[in-house]
C-alpha cells in the first residue's frame, strides 16, 4: 500500500474546493508524549482516599464525573426525607461529591500543561503552519476536534510570529461578548444561529468551556490570566462544570451530544460538511476506533470524494493495519452514488508541532 507525505497530500487535495481536519488524541500526544495519552480520566484518577466512589460510577453505569458528583449532592438532599434519622450518609454524600471535585482538577492538571508558556513557542509556530492549510486561504474549511484539552485553543490564541512570517487563521468558535457583562473573564456561546459561521468545533467539548445552568462559558487565558488548575476548581466550587464527554463508549456519547446544544450543533455541522461534494477530509491523530463511531459513521456516510488518513510509524503495525481496515470500513458504508477514496499519509510528515 503507497503511502503519500502530508506534503503530497495537501498538494494531491488542491483539486477540491475546501479542506477539512478531523483531530484526535495523537494530535496532544505527538506534543507532549509525557503527559498526554489515550486513558479517560476515569481510568487515571485516583480514587484510593473513597472506594465508594468507583461503586457509584459503577451503580450509575457511567464515567461522566458529572453525573455522578449532581447524583451524590441531589441524593444528599432527599436522603433524610426517606431515612427518619438521617445519619451520617448525607453529609458523607456531600464529602465525596466535593472529594471527587477535587479528583477531577486533580486529574485534569496532573494530564495537561498549566499555562501556554509551558508549550515553547516554536512548537505553536509549527502547529499554526500546520493548521493554515485548514484554516486559511481559498481552501479553508474546518477543523472539528476530538480532544477536550487545551491545546488546540492555545495554538489559535497564540498569534505571534517568533519564526517567519505570521499565519492568520480563521478560529471563530461560535463565542462572543456576555450582552450583560461584556468584560467579563469569559465569553458565552452566541447560541446555534451564530454558530454557523464557526469554524473550529470542539465536538466532545473542551476543558476550558464551562456549563454555568444558564449559559455556556468559555474562559480566555488572555482575559482571565489563571493556570488551568485553579480556573476548574474556581469554576467547579460554583456549581460550574467543564464541559466534555468522558463517557466510554459511542453510544453513550452520542446520548450526551444530544442533550447539549452546543455539542449537538458541533455534531450537526459536522454532519453538514461531510455532505459536501467538492470538499475533502484530513484524519489526523486518530485511530479511528469504534468508540467514535458516532462521529465516524458520518463519514462513511457523507457525500465528500476524498479522505485522507494519517498513519504513524511502520504501516505493518498492527494499529496501523486495523486504521487501515476501519477506513476501509468506512469506504464500504458508502451509497454507490458517492464513492469515498481513501488515501493514507504518513503522519510524521505533518511536522505538526515541528
Same mark, same amino acid.
Given at each position: 500500500?503507497?503511502?503519500?507525505?502530508?506534503?503530497?497530500?495537501?498538494?494531491?487535495? =488542491?483539486?477540491?474546493?475546501?479542506?477539512?481536519?478531523l483531530l484526535g488524541n495523537g494530535f496532544s500526544i505527538a506534543c507532549?508524549?509525557?503527559?498526554?495519552?489515550y486513558g479517560?480520566?476515569?481510568d487515571q484518577a485516583d480514587f484510593s482516599a473513597a472506594h465508594e466512589l468507583e461503586q457509584v460510577f459503577a451503580a450509575l453505569g457511567t464515567?461522566?464525573? $458529572?453525573a455522578?458528583?449532581?447524583?451524590? $449532592?441531589?441524593?444528599?438532599?432527599?436522603?433524610?426525607?426517606?431515612?427518619?434519622?438521617?445519619?451520617?450518609?448525607?453529609?458523607?454524600m456531600l464529602e465525596h461529591a466535593a472529594m471527587l471535585k477535587e479528583i477531577l482538577v486533580q486529574t485534569i492538571a496532573g494530564n495537561h500543561p498549566h499555562i501556554p508558556t509551558d508549550i515553547p513557542d516554536d =512548537?505553536?509556530?509549527?502547529?499554526?503552519?500546520?493548521?493554515?492549510?485548514?484554516l486559511s486561504g481559498e481552501t479553508a474549511g474546518c477543523v472539528f476536534t476530538l480532544n477536550y484539552d487545551l491545546l488546540l485553543y492555545w495554538t489559535l490564541m497564540?498569534?505571534?510570529?517568533?519564526?517567519?512570517?505570521?499565519?492568520?487563521?480563521a478560529k471563530n468558535d461560535g463565542f462572543g461578548n456576555d450582552e450583560d457583562e461584556p468584560d467579563a473573564e469569559y465569553v458565552v456561546w452566541q447560541g446555534e444561529t451564530n454558530a454557523h459561521s464557526a469554524s473550529v468545533m470542539f465536538l466532545h467539548g473542551a476543558l476550558h468551556l464551562f456549563d454555568s445552568g444558564k449559559d455556556?462559558? =468559555?474562559?480566555?487565558?488572555?482575559? =482571565?490570566?489563571?493556570?488551568?488548575?485553579?480556573?476548574?476548581?474556581?469554576?467547579?466550587?460554583?456549581?460550574k462544570f467543564p464541559l466534555f464527554v468522558a463517557e466510554g463508549t459511542s453510544a453513550q456519547k452520542k446520548a450526551k451530544i444530544r442533550h447539549n446544544a452546543y455539542l449537538y450543533q458541533g455534531l450537526k455541522q459536522f454532519t453538514a460538511n461531510v455532505t459536501q461534494g467538492r470538499h475533502c477530509w484530513f484524519i489526523f491523530g486518530h485511530s479511528l476506533a469504534a468508540n467514535d463511531d458516532h462521529i465516524l459513521t458520518r463519514i462513511g456516510r457523507g457525500r465528500f470524494k476524498k479522505l485522507y488518513v494519517g498513519l504513524y510509524g511502520d504501516q505493518m503495525e498492527a494499529w496501523n493495519l486495523e486504521i487501515t481496515a476501519r477506513a476501509n470500513w468506512l469506504k464500504s458504508l458508502r451509497n454507490d452514488r458517492w464513492p469515498l477514496e481513501v488515501e493514507f499519509y504518513d503522519a510524521e510528515t505533518a511536522h505538526v508541532w515541528g
Open positions: 500500500m503507497a503511502v503519500m507525505t502530508f506534503d503530497e497530500a495537501i498538494e494531491d487535495s =488542491k483539486q477540491f474546493s475546501k479542506r477539512h481536519l507532549r508524549a509525557d503527559i498526554f495519552h479517560s480520566l476515569y464515567n461522566d464525573f $458529572e455522578v458528583i449532581r447524583t451524590l $449532592e441531589s441524593s444528599a438532599t432527599i436522603l433524610p426525607a426517606y431515612v427518619a434519622d438521617g445519619g451520617a450518609a448525607p453529609q458523607k =512548537k505553536f509556530d509549527a502547529c499554526r503552519r500546520f493548521l493554515s492549510h485548514f497564540h498569534e505571534d510570529p517568533f519564526f517567519g512570517a505570521a499565519v492568520d487563521l455556556l462559558l =468559555k474562559y480566555t487565558w488572555v482575559r =482571565k490570566g489563571v493556570p488551568l488548575i485553579n480556573q476548574a476548581r474556581a469554576a467547579l466550587a460554583g456549581n
